[in-house]
């Protein structure tokens, strides 16, 4: 073993030091999962890709893996923001806020406007009659339909929620700077634009002709 290993080592440790993951009580594993975690992001799955014969585009699949992991942190954060409201630390807190945005939806219109499959919308709509956050009434001009509203435990269910849900929403922009927050958020914009087309008009295509769509 040479010197020129100790040296980069060294190093290596240093740039763990000035790093956000470097704590006062940090030790050999956490530089371990700094490393692996260093290694990850520079590794472009384009090689893997590469090595199996596969065409990627990178930029794509990237924006594909952003997305998910974001998702997969947000809901988790989500459930510590709300831990005191366990009946809306899922996705019902999402039904509740837009029932307080827009009273009076009937079932299926709260369910697509949270991007929803039927079946899923259903069960969350479902759990919240049985809390007795919202409640459901027959639509005046069609009996078939039913319209739904927030209750008044459902209403102090929001007011009390309110700051949780800020400091969630807090935590998940990062450290942003005011600029990038806007700029980000005009992109986010755009991309649920877009698939929100693709949801109300294109949800019984497959995947191939979506694809189509959205290139044409």
């Not at 299926?108 to 009659?129: A, D, F, S, V, Y």
């Not at 027959?138 to 009390?160: A, I, P, W």
């Not at 294109?202 to 769509?213: G, P, T, V």
Request: glycine share 4%; with cysteine.
């Amino acid at each position: 073993m040479n010197t020129d290993f100790f040296i980069d080592l060294f190093h290596q440790v240093k740039e763990f030091e000035n790093s956000e993951a470097y704590k006062p009580h940090s030790n050999v594993e956490d530089f371990r999962l700094w490393l692996n975690d260093k290694k990850y992001r520079k590794e472009s799955p384009t090689k893997l890709f590469k090595n199996e014969q596969h065409q990627v585009s990178f930029t794509e699949n990237e924006i594909c893996k952003q997305v998910l992991l974001l998702g997969r942190y947000s809901r988790q954060l989500i459930r510590k923001g709300l831990n005191d409201f366990p009946e809306l630390a899922n996705e019902e807190f999402t039904y509740l806020y837009r029932l307080k945005d827009e009273p009076n939806l009937s079932k299926i219109q709260l369910i697509e406007r949270n991007g929803h499959e039927k079946q899923t919308g259903t069960q969350i709509i479902k759990r919240l009659l049985e809390y007795g956050l919202i409640e459901e009434k027959n639509d005046s001009e069609d009996k078939r339909s039913k319209r739904l509203n927030l209750t008044e435990k459902g209403e102090d269910y929001f007011h009390r929620s309110v700051d949780k849900v800020n400091m969630t929403s807090r935590i998940l922009a990062g450290k942003l700077e005011n600029n990038e927050k806007a700029e980000l958020l005009e992109l986010l914009r755009k991309l649920n634009d877009f698939h929100s087309h693709v949801y109300s008009e294109y949800k019984r295509f497959n995947i191939d002709e979506i694809l189509e769509i959205s290139a044409s």
